[in-house]
Structure formats: structure tokens, C-alpha cells
């Protein structure tokens, strides 16, 4: 099946730097979301992303959706403790479908 | 809190037994996705159902079965059960589940442990 790589797979960052994660796949994606997972928790949508092409913000947080279909990156600026959590980039290839998940990136903010 | 409910949220039992999983959709969302999150193999989609009817299937086992009832609430049965079959399992709704603008909303998820 489809898969995607997505990194890095963990961050250890300061308060307040800038954090930057990406996925890749080998084939085409028609949506890339980008979601956050807390402790016991599901996941919970931050940004979706429908054209090849798109930049989509959400306050902090900025999503771009790659030229090729192939790729996606999220952005988070002024990082602040509350980002924590394990962050997973999603793809979806046509409609009626489940989503293929990256393996995520693990976010780590050190005060 | 995403409106997508699921019950129960931590299940223990035995190696070979059966359990059943439920999951109630938001309120007007038609598609119902089960996933299984587990350590070495992240998350993974298990199956789609839209409005009683299976729509796509993922890397579901054939121990594993689920159905959506005339009320949209759906249930994921697994049986036989394994070791390996200790993970997360979370249920996601969508309002169609038929395009690719449609947003899937994840549950709680439950945790099952099999001893």
C-alpha cells in the first residue's frame, strides 16, 4: 500500500524557535492534513490542504500542500508549550478511502 | 471535543477471546472509518462504512469484521484475539466520505490490552 515518510521523527526545541516537519510519498495524494495527537487522545485535524499548490495557515501553524501531490510540510512559528504532541501528516487519494498516515514527528518543547 | 464518541475506552481480555467496539458518529455524518494505531505499524486504516453499506477496505484482518446500523453508530467485532492485536483503536466520521474535501473527525479511541 501507499506510504508515507514523513520527518523528523522527533524534535527537541526551545520556547519560542520555529518548527518546520515534512512528508513525502511516491505516489499522488488528492489532500494532505495535518493532524495532532495529545497522550490518550485521538487525533485532531489542524489544517487540510485540497490543491496542489495550497498554503493554508491556522494561526501559528502553516500547512502547504507541494506542487507534485507528492509532498506536504507543516510550519509552526513562536512554538509555545501547549504545541507538545505528536504531530502526523495524512493522505488521502481519492474519496471513498481511509487516510494513510505518517509515522509522525514528535514534538518536544524544552522551557 | 470532536463530537465522535467511542466506547468503551480501555478493554483488557484474554488471548482467543472476542470484543466488540463502538462508535457513534458526529451528529448528520454518514461515513464511519475505524483505524488501529499500534507502536510498529503507526496508524492504520481498518474500513469504511457510508450510510449501513461497506464502502473501502484497509489492512483489516479477517478476525475483524464491523457494520454500521440503521442508526449510523457502528461496531467493530474482533475475535479470536491475539497478542498482537493490542493497540489504540480509533473510529473517525465524515458528513459523506465520498470526496476528497471531506474531513474525517477522530474519537477518543479505545485501548484494548489482550493478555
Known amino acids: 500500500g501507499q506510504q508515507l515518510n514523513q520527518s523528523p521523527q522527533s524534535m527537541f526545541i526551545q520556547e519560542g524557535e520555529d518548527v518546520s516537519m515534512n512528508c513525502t510519498s511516491s505516489?499522488?495524494?488528492?489532500?494532505w492534513l495535518w493532524y495532532k495527537q495529545e497522550p490518550g487522545e485521538g487525533p485532531v485535524l489542524l489544517i487540510a490542504?485540497?490543491?496542489?499548490?495550497e498554503l493554508t495557515s491556522n494561526g501559528r501553524l502553516t500547512a502547504q500542500f507541494g506542487i507534485t501531490r507528492k509532498d506536504s510540510f507543516l510550519n509552526i512559528s513562536a512554538s509555545i508549550p501547549s504545541d507538545v504532541g505528536i504531530y502526523f501528516c495524512?493522505?488521502?487519494?481519492?474519496?471513498?478511502?481511509?487516510?494513510?498516515f505518517g509515522k509522525g514527528t514528535h514534538l518536544i518543547i524544552q522551557p | 471535543d470532536s463530537g465522535v464518541t467511542q466506547t468503551p475506552k480501555h478493554l483488557i481480555t484474554a488471548t482467543g477471546q472476542r470484543v466488540t467496539l463502538r462508535c457513534s458518529p458526529r451528529?448528520?455524518?454518514?461515513?464511519v472509518y475505524w483505524y488501529q494505531q499500534s507502536l510498529d505499524q503507526g496508524l492504520q486504516f481498518l474500513i469504511q462504512?457510508?450510510?449501513?453499506?461497506?464502502?473501502a477496505k484497509g489492512n483489516i484482518l479477517e478476525r475483524f469484521s464491523a457494520q454500521q446500523f440503521p442508526d449510523l453508530h457502528s461496531e467493530l467485532n474482533l475475535s479470536s484475539l491475539e497478542l498482537g492485536d493490542s493497540a489504540l483503536y480509533f473510529c473517525?466520521?465524515?458528513?459523506?466520505?465520498?470526496?476528497?474535501?471531506?474531513?474525517?473527525?477522530f474519537g477518543p479511541g479505545t485501548r484494548l490490552t489482550v493478555l
Open positions: 462504512y457510508y450510510n449501513g453499506e461497506e464502502r
Open positions: 451528529s448528520g455524518d454518514l461515513s
Open positions: 505516489s499522488i495524494f488528492n489532500t
Open positions: 495524512a493522505g488521502l487519494e481519492g474519496g471513498a478511502d481511509g487516510l494513510t
Open positions: 490542504l485540497y490543491k496542489a499548490g
Open positions: 473517525a466520521s465524515s458528513s459523506d466520505g465520498g470526496s476528497s474535501t471531506d474531513t474525517q473527525y
